[in-house]
């Protein structure tokens, strides 16, 4: 029994002696997995990718504002909209004139006859804003970025076109503004590193040629317009292979193909059409990519 007792011990002192020679080997471990769990690089990585995020975020709502103007003033029937809420509103003037509102007679007659030009100007100062916050973001960007492998050649591309678009601003050149809004949108998508970003790079290409197609031809530049629909062909095949869904595929591409034709028959109402089912179907893609991805 004696024996048996000593035995015993003697295993359990092994034991004991074993595990605290393993002890530090497993506190190591430990301390290595929490290490890499708050890494510094990891963690600014990560900033760089969230500030990439606006940035596209707030450049593709720049974009939708200065569509909604560009073709205000390139097709004939969003004119003709737009002189009716004008002259709807002068009419409504007027009456408020009637009414014996002379103390707003002076604002009044300065409205009606500062026409669709004074209804732009706030547009104009809305969306300088909007430039004037990507400026910002870009500045926190390039710092962080710097530092990340990104070369000073390599950022000073943004940084001439996003100076080329403020330019656009203060010249109030509309389609000036939106080509360089949408050179900006296509320029960001190189500095995407996550693999998950990458993923819907080519479904964004496609939309930036897109993009960049039909802003051509509703300026006349059609040559250079059907150009720009080859690349959206090519880079649409790479991104049909990643959307997983084929009937969005197929919508896409018809819309696509569509809008070719659109753009080749010169009709800017039929250009305008295409060009939106094309927009939104490429965009429902990029959703859907993202967020498989995520």
């Known amino acids: 029994m004696q024996k048996n007792t000593s035995k015993t011990l003697r295993v359990f002192f092994y034991l004991l002696i074993l595990l605290i020679a393993l002890l530090p080997i497993i506190s190591g471990c430990s301390k290595g997995k929490s290490e890499s769990s708050t890494n510094p690089e990891s963690e600014k990585s990560k900033k760089t990718e969230n500030l990439l995020r606006k940035m596209e975020e707030d450049i593709n709502s720049l974009i939708e504002e200065l569509e909604k103007e560009f073709f205000k003033e390139v097709i004939p029937e969003e004119k003709k909209k737009e002189e009716k809420t004008g002259q709807a509103k002068q009419e409504q003037s007027k009456e408020q004139q009637k009414e014996g509102q002379k103390s707003d007679q002076g604002k009044s007659k300065e409205g009606s006859s ?32 710097a530092l990340q ?12 076109k996003l100076n080329q678009l403020t330019m656009m601003f203060t010249r109030k050149d509309l389609y000036g503004a939106i080509s360089a809004s949408n050179d900006l949108f296509g320029t960001l998508l190189g500095y995407y590193k996550d693999p998950k970003e990458k993923a819907a790079g080519p479904a964004k ?27 959206a062909v090519k880079s ?11 009937v969005l595929n197929k919508k896409t591409e018809f819309a696509v193909k569509d809008l070719i034709e659109a753009l080749k028959a010169k009709d800017p109402n039929l250009v305008k059409i295409k060009f939106t089912l094309a927009q939104n179907n490429l965009k429902k893609a990029i959703e859907m990519v993202e967020k498989g991805k995520s």
Do not use: C, M
């Open 114 to 145: 500062g026409g669709q030009e004074q209804k732009q100007e706030p547009e104009w100062i809305k969306n300088e804003n909007k430039v004037e916050g990507i400026h910002g973001l870009w500045d926190n960007f390039r710092g962080e970025a």
């Open 149 to 160: 492998g990104y070369g000073e050649d390599e950022l000073n591309v943004f940084n001439e």
């Open 205 to 231: 290409k496609t939309l930036f040629y897109i993009r960049s197609a039909t802003y051509k031809g509703l300026k006349g530049n059609y040559e250079e317009s059907q150009k720009d629909l080859l690349e």
């Open 236 to 246: 649409w095949e790479y991104s049909k292979a990643i959307v997983e869904d084929p």
